[in-house]
Nanobody, 121 residues
Framework: QVQLVESGGGLVQAGGSLRLSCSVS????????MSWYRQAPGKQRELVAT???????SYADSVKGRFIISRDNAKNTVYLQMNSLKSEDTAVYYC???????????????WGQGTQVTVSS
């Protein structure tokens, strides 16, 4: 069974930094894209950043220049370095892995349980 476990969330003052981590295990998964999403109270989940298996990164306009996504393929881990945090970055952050299980022909998205990030102003 594929499991994604996030860590690194917490409470930080505006202008501060946090680093989120997400490790993928189990299920003999061949991972393509790894992404971070977030969901603030009363809002829809939004895509924050993605890194493809080829190393191409993309970001939501709201976090460009402040957040950096990276991944360690050997460890099946994706990171999100969040700098210059703002109160509007407060949300539950979810990691997602898109991939194919060995022996399967289907691409699926797998999700972590989420980690809370709260930025105080």
């Amino acid at each position: 069974q594929v499991q994604l476990v996030e860590s690194g969330g917490g409470l930080v003052q505006a202008g501060g930094s946090l680093r989120l981590s997400c490790s993928v295990s189990g299920g003999m998964l061949i991972i393509n894209d790894m992404s971070w999403y977030r969901q603030a109270p009363g809002k829809q989940r939004e895509l924050v950043a993605t890194e493809t298996s080829g190393g191409r990164q993309s970001y939501a306009d709201s976090v460009k220049g402040r957040f950096i996504i990276s991944r360690d393929n050997a460890k099946n881990t994706v990171y999100l370095q969040m700098n210059s945090l703002k109160s509007e970055d407060t949300a539950v952050y979810y990691c997602s892995a898109r991939g194919v299980r060995v022996g399967s022909a289907f691409v699926n998205d797998y999700w972590g349980q989420g980690t809370q990030v709260t930025v105080s102003s």
